[in-house]
């Protein structure tokens, strides 16, 4: 004997159907967010940032250390010209003299030289830090980017969650409302066949998209009201109103 339910409570399988669709639409919705807003993408554009951040620090580093070696060197070269200034001052030797103003001119030369290299590096140091001031620009902007992201993220899984927890409860509502064993055979044909219910209108099945052979509409229109049948394409509970074309 097969199974037998009002035609009322056959059409709130329809209700029970339209609410599963909505919760698969927002699980599938929720799932999807990461991607749907390209956290990963931004991730991964930080991450790149990042490592070519840490290759210009590096860079800037050495030439740091660099310039600091060439002052050094300047300040030596200054060093032994003040010593050497200081010695042809005292001196009363002509030979000296001669001596030191040529060493002197020699150093003057190398400072000269020293304080063009001083100037490169100078110049090379402003670059790199022009360069390493964009990259931290340019991360604060992505990372920014993905803060937003993650707040949009944020929003929407809990706008989501309540839209769950509406549907969730509204389908509890009408399934504690339905007898027992017509939600076992919607819940039993929904798990194989992925919809438990379909609408017959016009004598289309809601769930195929399928119109029914004259001989189907013919069967249908002998079963009894409260006689539970099911759609010969989907395997769903087919459901019969008065838009069924009957």
């Known amino acids: 004997m097969g199974l037998s339910a009002s035609p009322e409570d056959q059409a709130k399988l329809l209700d029970v159907a339209d609410t599963d669709l909505a919760l698969a639409r927002a699980h599938t919705t929720l799932k999807g967010l990461a991607v749907a807003l390209h956290l990963d993408t931004l991730d991964a554009a930080i991450d790149e940032i990042k490592g070519r951040r840490h290759d210009a620090f590096i860079e800037l580093e050495s030439i740091r250390s660099e310039l600091a070696r060439a002052e050094s060197d300047v300040s030596l070269v200054d060093?032994?010209?003040?010593?050497?200034?200081?010695?042809l001052e005292?001196?009363?030797?002509?030979?000296?003299?001669?001596?030191?103003?040529?060493?002197?001119?020699?150093?003057?030369?190398?400072?000269?030289?020293?304080?063009?290299?001083?100037?490169?590096?100078?110049?090379?140091?402003?670059?790199?830090?022009?360069?390493?001031?964009?990259?931290?620009?340019?991360?604060?902007?992505?990372?920014a980017a993905l803060l937003e992201a993650r707040d949009e993220e944020a929003r929407r899984s809990e706008a989501l969650h309540s839209e769950i927890r509406v549907h969730s409860d509204a389908r509890a509502a009408l399934i504690a409302s339905l007898?027992?064993?017509?939600?076992?055979?919607?819940?039993?044909?929904?798990?194989r066949y992925g919809v438990g219910a379909s609408h017959l209108r016009f004598g289309?099945?809601?769930?195929?998209?399928?119109?029914?052979?004259?001989?189907?509409?013919?069967?249908?229109?002998?079963?009894?009201?409260?006689a539970v049948i099911l759609c010969p394409d989907s395997n769903a509970i087919l459901v019969r109103t008065a838009e069924s074309g009957l």
């Open 179 to 191: 007898p027992l064993d017509l939600v076992e055979l919607y819940e039993r044909q929904r798990e």
């Open 204 to 226: 289309v099945s809601g769930a195929s998209g399928v119109k029914l052979t004259e001989s189907d509409i013919h069967n249908i229109r002998q079963t009894p009201a409260d």
């Open 90 to 143: 005292h001196t009363s030797s002509a030979k000296d003299a001669l001596g030191l103003e040529h060493e002197l001119e020699s150093l003057r030369t190398r400072r000269s030289n020293l304080e063009d290299i001083e100037l490169a590096i100078m110049e090379k140091l402003e670059a790199a830090e022009a360069g390493l001031a964009g990259i931290d620009a340019e991360l604060a902007t992505a990372e």
């Open 79 to 87: 060093a032994r010209i003040a010593q050497d200034s200081q010695r």
